[in-house]
């Protein structure tokens, strides 16, 4: 009985030591999109972050591969990965590191895509369902959270810009650079401006954004198109 109880303790000792990692162990987020990057040509780059939080200000490029993980769009990943020096020679166009999934230690959608889609604008300030000056058409704006950007009809004018921050709640845009059209009637367009300017925070409801004020004022309402 002693040398079986002996034996299953080897045998667990042993498994346990072929199971330790044999390179650098590094816990990483794993933003929810990749973005467009250039290696040895164009390519697409995950972004991750080596913060003992989570930062969204704090995303690198990273050029490689990781062994083992499948990568799904739209989730933000906690991970483990093990880095082991690649076995020479070397090819003049690859890493001198291999990486090698551990463990997916969380994988949550991430609530900053959200808005990303194309809105019609139907209410901003006094104007309800506001129209284009020249064609007459409704304003939409289109808002990237992958890119972070923002385009759209303010009404007379067309701006296009930088979103700034974005965490699914808290919002603020960038100043957009706009088109320098004057028309007879710029009333809307101010409001719209304004509107962009003083946003601090949106929600999404039945298919509408709200862009709202740091007093949680309802400074745009917007209409999913898509």
Known sequence: MMKLLALAAFVTILSACQNQPEGQVETWWINSAKVECTGVGPMSCLQISKEEALDRDSWQLFYSSIEGFEYEPGFI????VEILDQAEPIPADASSKN???????????DPALRITNIWKVIEV??????KGFKNEEAL???FNASAKTYFGNMGCNSVRGQIKENDGENLTLGPGASTMMACPDMSVENAI???LIDTRKYKIE????H???EADEILMKLLAVD
């Open 99 to 109: 990486f090698k999934l551990l463990d997916i230690m969380s994988k949550e959608m």
């Open 77 to 80: 990943y906690r991970i483990k």
């Open 206 to 209: 039945n298919r509408e954004l």
């Open 140 to 142: 939409t704006f289109e």
């Open 125 to 130: 300030g006094d104007f309800q369902n506001p």
């Open 211 to 213: 862009l709202m004020n």
């Open 193 to 195: 401006s304004k509107a």
